[in-house]
């Protein structure tokens, strides 16, 4: 696992613990119940750097969300709740 979510409960950003590793890209998609994507993000990040802000995601409705990411070849599913 390279990313660890502070909380699976978000309002508008989303805020994980990232392992060290050497490649740097990082993707996420968030989609939502039906499985349409809401969201899309693809960055750098610094192959030392531990916390990740994903921010502007206060426009999706409230609801259940899933959670893709990939680093590098690594890939990660986790359910999401935005709340009030």
């Known amino acids: 696992m390279f990313a660890k979510l502070k909380s699976q409960m978000f309002i508008d950003t ?35 750097q531990k916390v990740f802000r994903w921010n502007g995601l206060n426009d999706l409705p409230y609801g259940i969300y899933t959670l893709q990411l990939w680093r590098g070849t690594e890939e990660q599913l986790v359910r999401l709740v935005k709340r009030v």
């Open 14 to 48: 989303l805020t994980f613990e990232l392992s060290e590793t050497s490649n740097p890209s990082l993707r996420a998609v968030l989609k939502d119940e039906s499985g349409i994507v809401c969201s899309m993000l693809d960055t750098t990040v610094e192959p030392s």
